[in-house]
């Protein structure tokens, strides 16, 4: 993988709006689990590259040096094949990682790229005490989960110890079982049942990506007792991805048109002004811009920064009948057919990456909230189009949600579609 050194990120879709606007609209983040219980690390003896490879999957990186540690997009994985697909998240090269079926060897090989073979190594902390405890000499982990994944800025961990518990240490492990910080808990007092331990990226004892935590309790006697937990650390970043907005006027006409979303807009073809958009739009949808450019739309995006919570309403539609669904679904919406045809261009390749994709259309009303629209003239049919999905490995239960049929086009017509993107 060498010359893929571009700073990466994990690759997970799912999509939100402002906080402000009740628009925390994102599913839950749902992954096959890929068959591997516990951190594999796994090292080319030519290059000592290293591949880290986690439950969900999750698949991290480094080099030599250690500051180079960084998780791998998933493009792909299929258990049966042990076979997982990923890339730098600033190069379009795609890796296929193979796995041995006794898990001792991965194969890594891109089109145009020099094959290479990672072998399977144990990488252990050293320094660390062993279990002395005896009978009835405990410490437990509540909270989090075992293979949790977080998006938290700061996640307050928790759990129990026997009696007669002199002191508790927290010790946190990175993806390439290195030490990265260890914390003598101040706030518990010798005799305590309970303990607690903030984690986050700015106390600097968390990283992205997998991360193992080991929570050492000492009893009085001098006796040890180790628990143990693995989670992985995400970042999100994301869009109002790719909204455009087609004009319809009876006749040819200049119109301004401006959008106010709250994460400002970050992109937009033709160049959103200070004013916004002042084209020249014609009955049949084309558009001119003042410099004499013809565009088919106007082009807008806006960053979205909020952390999203579960999608609770939708449907679930097999990846073999997502198109068709989607088409009527659409009309259902008011897109006609060349509107449907851009829309399925830009989306399709994403909402069908899995076998299912959990799908909801944002209701006006909220849409409106997040991102209203001004046009001048004013239109005297609006329809705004905003999906939010999540592509599945495996179906999941929603409340269904009833479409509401989209008004019928009359007079001056301006209709906008687009979707909620997080990475």
Same mark, same amino acid.
């Given at each position: 993988m060498v010359g893929e050194r571009a700073e990466l990120s994990d690759g997970v879709w799912c999509a939100a709006m402002n906080a402000s606007s009740r628009l925390l609209l994102c599913a839950s983040l749902l992954f096959a689990t890929f068959a591997v219980a516990e951190d594999e690390t796994?090292? $080319? +003896?030519?290059?000592?590259?290293?591949?880290?490879?986690? /439950?969900?999957?999750? #698949?991290?990186?480094?080099?030599? *040096?250690?500051?180079?540690?960084?998780?791998?997009?998933? #493009? $792909?994985?299929? $258990?049966?094949?042990r076979i997982i697909k990923v890339k730098f998240d600033k190069s379009p090269t795609v890796w296929t990682l193979t796995i041995?079926?006794?898990?001792?060897?991965?194969?890594? @090989?891109?089109?145009?790229? +020099?094959?290479? #073979?990672? @072998?399977?190594? *144990?990488? $252990? +902390?050293?320094?660390?005490? /062993?279990?002395?405890? /005896?009978?009835?000499q405990t410490v437990t982990i509540k909270y989090p989960k075992e293979e949790a994944s977080i998006y938290d800025e700061l996640t307050e961990f928790k759990g129990d110890v026997a009696e007669n518990c002199d002191r508790i240490e927290v010790v946190s492990l990175d993806a390439a079982g290195e030490i990265q910080a260890r914390h003598k808990l101040k706030d518990f007092t010798s005799g305590d049942r309970t303990w607690k331990y903030i984690v986050a990226k700015s106390r600097q004892n968390m990283s992205l990506g997998s991360n193992r935590f080991r929570v050492i309790a000492t009893f009085k006697d001098g006796a040890v007792a180790l628990a143990e937990i693995r989670v992985s650390f995400h970042e999100y970043s994301g869009e109002m991805a790719k909204p455009v907005i087609y004009l319809y006027p009876p006749n040819e006409q200049q119109v301004s048109v401006r959008v106010f979303p709250h994460g400002g807009v970050t992109k937009s073809d033709p160049l959103y002004g200070s004013e916004g958009w002042t084209v020249r739009a014609q009955p049949s949808g084309k558009l001119f811009t003042t410099d004499g450019q013809q565009h088919p739309y106007l082009f807008w995006e806006s960053g979205l920064t909020d952390k999203p919570l579960p999608l609770t309403e939708g449907t679930v539609?097999?990846? @073999? *009948?997502?198109?068709?669904?989607? #088409?009527?679904?659409?009309?259902?919406? /008011?897109?006609? @057919?060349?509107?449907?045809?851009?829309?399925?261009?830009?989306?399709? +390749?994403?909402m069908s990456v899995k076998p299912f994709a959990a799908v909801r259309f944002v209701p006006r009303e909220e849409i409106d909230r997040a991102a209203p629209l001004e046009l001048s003239p004013k239109a005297d049919t609006v329809i705004r189009v905003l999906i939010d999905f999540r592509a599945l490995d495996a179906p999941v239960k929603l409340a269904p949600q009833k479409l509401v049929p989209a008004s019928k086009r009359e007079g001056f017509t301006a209709v906008e579609w687009g979707g909620l993107l997080y990475r």
């Open positions: 796994y090292r $080319d +003896p030519a290059s000592k590259e290293t591949l880290f490879i986690a /439950g969900g999957p999750n #698949v991290s990186y480094a080099s030599l *040096k250690r500051s180079s540690l960084r998780p791998l997009k998933i #493009v $792909d994985h299929d $258990d049966a094949k041995d079926e006794a898990r001792t060897r991965v194969v890594c @090989e891109a089109d145009g790229q +020099p094959r290479q #073979v990672f @072998e399977r190594i *144990k990488i $252990d +902390p050293k320094g660390l005490p /062993g279990t002395t405890a /005896g009978p009835g539609v097999s990846r @073999e *009948k997502l198109r068709g669904w989607l #088409v009527r679904s659409l009309a259902s919406q /008011g897109l006609n @057919e060349t509107e449907t045809r851009d829309f399925l261009e830009f989306w399709w +390749p994403k």
